[in-house]
């Protein structure tokens, strides 16, 4: 099945934040933000704005009728600066006016005075000086204290992984609407509803069922809008409640990225431990996760590292210890992968380093160290591997010991081109880590006609959950997708969601679907047993007919639904669903915290121009743990776009803050991500196909993030091309690897003149 909404994206008649048709008397808002990352507010003139003309009220925090907080996790984080402001781009007041322009132009005549106060950018000073949002954690699986002498091989190194801009199409925004007594709607560009609703209940003084959100789709939220989208909810309602008009604020895309906050870039070191058969006996890694100024959802995402830093391998000896260090940057917030990229780089480039320094392939090692079922993982789950089966499957299609020759041959053939290849196995566990948060909802009206319409808690945001839910009640109930409708997501009708995000919406919401579908059916089928005085479980629906034993009956679905409506049988249900056998416990750091996993095995290759340090990649080849898909063009549509999100993230999305705080790659033209010419030349994806039990809705695995981790074989690939030009070259591991870098790694070669003769030669 085509995803549901192609057709109204192909033809623009998609309807997101800035198409909804506006209410007459609608405003717009404008954000004024701190030019400054960190200091004291001695004066805020807004005089010289207020009175131009078309302004309708410029609010500021002592405006705020409730609480002036939006932090979710820790109460840290001010809506509308107080006193103090801690990152560049902090909201410190907001105007409302009667064109989009009239508010940017009042912004920019806000007259603002700080006391500048010390200024950390960096995530290990910020450790030394004791700033942290959360005290350091600690998973420990063995003792690798006494393992590092039964090692034969020990390395230790540093890394960095820059942060990366989601760059969803559709920029933050809001909507908001007063409605009678005191409430108001929210028509919010969020993954998270219920977060919109709860801060701004908080923020307005209002009860939690005073507050609607609602949301259609999204043009992209990568995990930007987790949280993040909350901010211009809440100021978009609480200039409406202010001004009892309606209020609108669709970011510009400057806006966007100078105030909101991106994927954590981390600092790291680790020290990794081999015996002769190249089995890692060891591995000890620190990580310093850059949180920005306040935690957002830092700890979540902390917490994630650690619980992938071994990525997709056993490793009897584990302690790796991490800090979310508090900087003055704008929080940094859920990113595709949640964490996990950041720890699996680690281990990765732990390996390269062996790697390179027994000169072997990286490959070798990772291979020999694949989890594997039974095996722990160092919080103490037990694995149920498809490591070892995506790995050789990967093997088995595509060679990897053939293409790694054919590089070499290449590479021995061409003096100032070169190719590079790595392997990038990935692990990545389903569930939020929040065991809380593993519960969804959803609602099933039959109507008479016989059309359906579900409403669950899940956001469309082009990853298309709403397409599988879709599958789910025309699977259940076995009628044409045409007479089923997937609703907005609301929390009228659907109540205390978690965000969508984690991978996770599909599997928590399709599930509750499933059941509230199934007890529908159940009582259509009671209804049509008693008449055809056969048992209910010898019925079944084919194609909107139902057949008993097999037989075909004279009942069809529109007749089951007329006649439960007659009888005065319910023709709706909402379902609420938990994955099982779920749990951890954080203060021992163990548990069952994951559903299941996710695995997959990909090989990059890339070419790398040795005189100019520019690069292609010419294949990512993947074995993919699908479960078994019930959307094979959206699930692979998944892996391409993580996979070359991925890429973007390490090889060339160079994001750039300078000392004092203040973005420097603010706009396209300074901030490079993939486009249709930096995508690789060819992409691969195959499945592993697996009809075991998984838990998975259908048992279709959960696909949204994993892919993106793929990309980090981009690095390595790169990183080998050029070792194969200038084999003596000290690289940093200094994610991401833009053409910069590769060029100045590039160089010195000693023998570049020879290089150049060898190369006139015919
Ligand atoms: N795909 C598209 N097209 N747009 C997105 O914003 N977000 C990703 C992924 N795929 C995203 C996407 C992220 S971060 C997550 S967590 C999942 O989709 C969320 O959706 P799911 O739980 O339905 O997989
Ligand atoms: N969000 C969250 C996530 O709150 N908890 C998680 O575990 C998670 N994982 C991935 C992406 N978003
Ligand atoms: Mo995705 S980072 O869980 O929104």
Known sequence: MKHIDSNTHVRGESVYLDDIPLVSGTLYAAVFDSPVAHGKIKSLDTSEAAAMRGVAGIFTSKDIPGENQIGGIIPDEELLAGTHVHFCGMPIALVVADSEESARAAVKKIKAEFELLPIITDPREAKEKGELIIPPRTFQLGDTHAAWSQCEHIFEGRTETNGQEHLYIETQGAYAIPQENGAIRIYSSTQGPTAVQRTAARVLGLSMNQVEVDTTRLGGGFGGKEDQATTWGVLCALAAILVKKPVKYALSR????????????????????????????????????????????????????????????????????????????????????????????????????????????????????????????????????????????????YGIKKLQQEITDFNNRNPLRKK??????????????????????????????????????????????????????????????????????????????????????????????????????????????????????????????????????????????????VNRISLSELAHYTPPDIHFDATKEKGHPFTYHVYGTAIVA????????????????????????????????????????????MTMEELLYDQEGRLRS??????????????????????????????????????????????????????????????????????????????MSLYPVPALEEIKEEEKKP
């Not at 095996?375 to 790995?391: L, M």
């Not at 509230?516 to 479980?537: E, F, G, M, N």
């Not at 699908?626 to 993580?642: A, P, R, T, W, Y």
């Not at 994806?685 to 993030?705: C, D, H, P, W, Y």
């Open 254 to 397: 400057i806006e966007d990225m100078r105030m909101t906050g991106k994927r954590h870039p981390y600092s790291a070191d680790f020290k990794i431990g081999l015996n002769k058969q190249l089995k890692i006996v060891a591995y000890e890694a620190t990580f310093y996760q850059n949180a920005g100024a306040a935690a957002d959802l830092s700890p979540a995402v902390m917490e994630r590292t650690l619980f992938h830093c071994t990525n997709s391998y056993y490793v009897p000896n584990v302690k790796a210890t991490a800090y979310s260090c508090r900087t003055n940057l704008p929080p940094n917030t859920a990113f595709r992968g949640f964490g996990g990229p950041q720890g699996m780089f680690v281990i990765e480039a732990a390996i390269a380093t062996a790697a390179e320094q027994l000169h072997i392939p990286a490959s070798d090692i990772q291979e020999k160290n694949l989890i594997q079922s039974g095996d722990t993982f160092p919080y103490g789950q037990i694995a149920v591997s498809e490591a070892n089966e995506c790995w050789s499957k990967t093997n088995r299609l």
């Open 420 to 565: 590079g290849i790595a392997l990038m196995p990935i692990c990545f566990g389903i569930s939020f880590t929040k065991t809380l948060m593993n519960q969804a909802r959803s609602l099933v009206h039959v109507y008479t006609d016989g059309s359906v319409g579900i409403s669950t808690g899940a956001v469309e945001m082009g990853q298309g959950v709403n397409t599988k839910m879709l599958q789910v009640a025309a699977t259940i109930f076995s009628i044409p997708s045409e007479k089923i409708k997937v609703n907005t997501t609301n929390t009228y009708r659907i109540a205390n969601t978690s965000p969508t995000a984690a991978s996770a919406a599909a599997d928590l919401n399709g599930k509750a679907t499933e059941i509230a579908c199934t007890i529908i059916l159940q009582r259509l089928k009671q209804l049509a047993a008693d008449d055809l005085k056969v048992p209910a479980d010898s019925l079944t629906l084919k194609e909107e007919c139902l057949y008993a034993h097999g037989e075909k009956t004279n009942w069809s679905w529109k007749k089951l639904v007329t006649a439960a409506y």
């Open 606 to 649: 890339v070419t790398v121009d040795c005189l100019r340090g520019i690069y292609e990649f010419d294949s990512v080849k993947v074995v993919h743990d699908f479960g078994s898909s019930m959307n094979k063009l959206i699930d692979i549509g998944q892996c391409e776009g993580g996979i070359v999100q991925g890429i973007g993230w």
């Open 666 to 743: 603010n706009a396209l033209s300074t901030y490079k991500v993939p486009d249709i010419y930096s995508v690789p030349k060819e992409i691969i994806v195959q499945a592993l196909e697996t009809t075991k039990e998984n838990a998975a809705i259908f048992r279709s695995k959960a696909v949204g993030e994993p892919p993106l981790m793929y990309g980090i074989g981009a690095y390595f690939a790169l990183r080998n091309a050029v070792k194969a030009f200038n084999p003596t070259a000290t690289i940093p591991f200094d994610a991401p690897m833009t053409p910069e870098k590769v060029l």
